[in-house]
Structures are given as C-alpha cells and as structure tokens.
C-alpha cells in the first residue's frame, strides 16, 4: 500500500496531465459533436454579449471621429449631387436638342460653340463664342438652338466669336408670321429681356397668341424658317396703321450655354444684285 | 486555497482583457495571448503543478472566447506544465525587467505554439509559410512585444 501511494505521489503530475490533455483530445475531437453545441452556444453567447457591451463603450469614443469623417462624406455627396443635377440639366437640353427637326442643320453646315461669356443687363448685350475662324466661323453667321434663333456673328476672331444678340437694340430681324405670311421687322426694344416687338404688320392682319414668328429670308443675314419667338400680346391702336405685336422669344437667353453657328452663306448672286435695287 | 481564489480572479480579469482587449489587437492574424502569459507566469513561480492547472483553465477560457473547443486546452496545459518543470528559485525576484520578462514571454510562447501549429497541421491543410512567418514565430514575437510594452508601465509587485 505504502509502494503504491509512493508510486502515487511520484507519477501525480504526469496522470493528471495525461488527463487534462485527453480530455482537450476528446473535446478537440468531439468538436463538431452535438455533446458540445449547449456548452458552445453558451460560451459564443456569453463572449458576444460582453463584446457588444465592450462595443458599445468603444463606440462612444469613435463618436468624434465618426462625426467628423460623416460631415467630410456629407461635403462630398453634395458636391456629387449639385454634379448631377447640371448633368441632368444638361442633359435634359441636350436630349431635347437631339430630338429637335434638323432641317436647319442640314441645309448648312452647323459648328457647335460653347457660350463663353454673354452680357445681361445692357442695351447692347453680346456674347462670346468658343469658335473661331479656325472653325470656320465668318461675321454674319447665325447662330441658332434648336429652339429658335440667338443672334449673329459681329466679329469673328481666331479662337473666339462676338456674337450680336437679340437682346440688343441695334438689332433687326427681317421676320414672317407663319400662319398669315405676312412679313415685318422683330427688334428688342431695350425694355424687357422676355420681349421682342414685332412691327410694320398692318391692322387688317388678324394676329391670335401663340402665332409662330420665323426669320423670312427676305434680308441677306439669315436664312429663312428660323423660330424667332411667338406672339404673346397684339393691340390695335386706333388710327394707326400697324398693329402692337409682343413676342415671347423662342430661345431663352438666361438659360442659354451653347449653340450652333450655321455656315450660311447668302447666294452670290442675290448679294451682288440686291445694293443695285437700292440705289436711288 | 486563498491562493487559488486570487488564481481565479487573475484568470477572470486576464480573461477580460483577453477577451475585450488583446483579441482585437489583430497583427496579420496574430493575437498576443495574455492568458499564456498568466499560465507562464504562474508556472515559473509555482511549479508544473500549478502551471498545468492554470494552464488548462486559461485553455478552457480562450477556447469559449474563439469556439476552439480543445485547442488551447491542450495546448496551454502543455506549455504551462513544461515551463513549469524550471521554475525559479527567487520567485519573488521573477520578471522584475522587462527585458527578461519578453525573453521568458517569447520563449513560453514560441513553445506554445508550436503545440499550436501542430495541432493544427493535423487538423486542416494550411500555407506552411504563413502558419510560420506569422503565426508560429510572429506571435510569438507579438506576444512578448506586448508583455514588454506592458512591463515597463506595470511591473508585479514583490509580494504577489
């Protein structure tokens, strides 16, 4: 008995370990058992819960950080959406151009320009073109939208073009009513940017609003069939000749960014003869 | 007895910092394991015995923390009743340096590991470089570089 205790205290801490170790071998083996999933489910829920609380602490701390990188993420998302919404704008035009009739486009070659500057508030407003003479572009060229008619080439640099727009009060419009095709002369009167004046149309003329206004051709500087804009107001003036004409103009000068110069050249022959008809 | 309440409640405060604190210090997918440390720590002051115990407990605590079940028992029973087959004379003089306190902590947890890496060679086939370079030797190294950062703002009192 007393050999056997002896043997006992000698080899203890080698059983045991035996022990310890196989009973991790057995767990280690039994692992995907279904003894372990209570004792698994226990321990993962435990530590989770701990974590989360832990979690939460931590979370506090990263408020600061988090509050900061949120505004920098809230900065740019605003960026990116004030980008989207002129794109959309611009797309929203450009769709419209794309579908717009196109017979004006071709009949003469159409230089596409990007509007560099335009004037607002003057009597004299003008533009500026991104094109040139090395596009092609010369003094008197139209430029049009889609919409309608903007004004015409003044000067015509290299790079760049000056632009004569019709909210300027030099400028005149040989132009036609559609529907009664009766001519007259559409000028801006200096006064209100959203009206254009349509004149020497007799009284008899029997004007409505919404009447379409188009460039006649019967002048040298534009072609004819343009949109310049549609009646908005008539008023017969007793003992007058020509009735008052308001006109609502087709192209929006606020709003307006690019448009086309039409390479439109007037026949020569018409240029040659039509001084000699003036002569007195 | 008294000795081993404290035991326990180094195991459930080491656990805790093992548990909410360590396993988040990820480093190419070593963790330092404080847990290994208590069981060094006590096995050098105290014998193969003690180490063997404190050992498998602190087994049965990372095995629940990571869902290992065995793992680290074995393990963490094997190192700590190896590393106490040498435990100190002096120990009240034990891990006063951190310079030696790293060196015993790389040593017991290079030893660990590679019960470790064993283990799970056996178990599942993984890249032998990484099991190594990262795992086996990385963590090892990890593990000492904490003990060493730890100890020189805290070291054990003479009387524990």
């Given at each position: ?24 071998m057995v767990l280690l083996l039994r692992y995907q058992g279904e003894e372990l999933r209570l004792l698994r ?240 | ?123 599942q086939p993984v890249h032998l470089g990484r099991l190594i370079g990262f795992l086996w030797l990385g963590g ?21």
């Amino acid at each position: 008995m007393a050999t056997l205790w002896h043997f006992w205290g000698r080899l203890r801490d080698y059983l045991t370990l035996a022990l310890l170790l196989g009973l991790s071998m057995v767990l280690l083996l039994r692992y995907q058992g279904e003894e372990l999933r209570l004792l698994r489910l226990l321990a993962l829920s435990a530590t989770a819960w701990m974590q989360d609380q832990t979690e939460q602490v931590l979370s506090l701390f990263r408020l600061a950080r988090e509050n900061e990188r949120l505004r920098e993420e809230n900065l740019r998302l605003s960026a990116e959406l004030n980008k989207l919404r002129t794109a959309e704008v611009l797309y929203q035009r450009l769709e419209g151009w794309w579908k717009a009739p196109d017979s004006l486009f071709r009949a003469w070659p159409a230089v596409p320009v990007r509007l560099v500057s335009k004037d607002l508030t003057g009597l004299q407003n003008r533009l500026v073109l991104s094109a040139g003479r090395s596009e092609g572009i010369e003094p008197g060229m139209p430029v049009v939208t889609p919409e309608g008619l903007v004004g015409k080439v003044l000067v015509a640099g290299s790079r760049y073009s000056l632009v004569q727009g019709y909210l300027n009060t030099d400028w005149r419009v040989s132009a036609l009513l559609v529907r009664q095709r009766v001519a007259g002369i559409v000028r801006w009167d200096g006064k209100s940017p959203n009206r254009l004046l349509l004149e020497y149309v007799p009284t008899g003329v029997l004007i409505q609003v919404g009447d379409s206004v188009v460039t006649s051709g019967y002048s040298l500087d534009y072609p004819p069939g343009i949109l310049i804009g549609r009646v908005r107001a008539v008023r017969v003036d007793p003992g007058k000749p020509f009735s008052y004409v308001e006109l609502e103009p087709a192209v929006n000068w606020w709003t307006l960014e690019a448009a086309f110069v039409l390479r439109f050249r007037p026949d020569s022959e018409r240029v040659a003869l039509e001084p000699i008809g003036r002569r007195p | 007895m008294t000795r081993w309440l404290g035991y326990i409640a180094l195991l459930g405060a080491v656990g805790l910092l093992q548990l909410l604190l360590l396993e988040r210090l990820v480093l190419w997918g070593a963790v330092p394991d404080g847990l290994l440390m208590l069981t060094a720590w006590v096995a050098l002051r105290r014998g193969r015995r003690e180490g063997m115990w404190i050992g498998f407990i602190a087994g049965v605590l990372l095995d629940a923390m990571r869902d290992s079940w065995g793992v680290q028992m074995f393990t963490k029973t094997l190192t700590g009743f190896l590393v106490g087959l040498y435990p100190v004379e002096d120990r009240h003089s034990l891990l006063h340096r951190p310079g030696e306190a790293a060196v015993v902590a790389f040593l017991s947890a290079l030893l660990h590991n590679t019960f470790w890496a064993v283990l799970v060679l056996l178990g599942q086939p993984v890249h032998l470089g990484r099991l190594i370079g990262f795992l086996w030797l990385g963590g090892a190294v990890y593990t000492a570089l904490v003990v060493w950062i730890g100890f020189l703002f805290w070291r054990p009192s003479r009387g524990t």
